[in-house]
């Protein structure tokens, strides 16, 4: 596709949990040719090497750890094992590992490499806190039912039985905890700026063609 604007494009999505909005991030990017990010995953990264590593002092052990991250690493297959979740969980109210996670993120969103056209981040804070100033900012959801059926089939996938009764009332409190905390430890929220796609009658072809609508229409002006 011949864009007609060589300024970067950086998008920012918050999304609820479940909604469909890594799959579509990740389909954005590979259309664009964007730098994807899924915010939540440096997290939980950094969990996985304080669980594997045990250090006396996490925090300056991560300062130097993430100084070797990059994109690669954060596909461990190990970042969703359950005990990675509860440890993220705890770890990530610390601010002193938010400030060190928030540096990482930016540089993925502001420096772009060369063979990309610019960034998207997908997460919980990433349109008011991460890349307040993104071209386009979209605020992905859909119905609780939709997504703990999608979150069933996924658990499935991976050889885990999670009744569909659990899943929602996990996804209920995941959405109570996730919108009521403060907002320097990234409350997920729908900034005035966001553009809401709901997703839960739209198949991942149709949400794709739906946020590539939106964008054409301002990057092709």
Known sequence: ?????TKPIRIAI???AGSGSTTLALRLALHYKLRFLDTGKVYRWCALQIIQNKPKNKINFLKKEIKKLNLKKLQNKKLIDDRV????????????????????????AYNIPKGYRGSILNGRDVTYNIVPDATFKFYVTASIY??????????MKLGKRVSFKEIMQSLKKRDKSDKNR????GRLEKTKESLLIN????????SFLTVKKIIDSKLNK
């Open 1 to 5: 596709m011949q864009l007609k604007k």
């Open 14 to 16: 918050d999304a609820t």
């Open 182 to 185: 403060p907002r320097r430890q």
């Open 146 to 155: 939709a997504r703990s059926k999608r979150r069933q089939k996924e658990l």
């Open 199 to 206: 997703t839960t009658n739209l198949t991942i072809k149709s």
């Open 85 to 108: 979740a509860q440890v993220t969980s705890q770890m990530s109210k610390d601010l002193r590992m938010r400030k060190l996670v928030f540096a990482f993120q930016k540089r993925i």
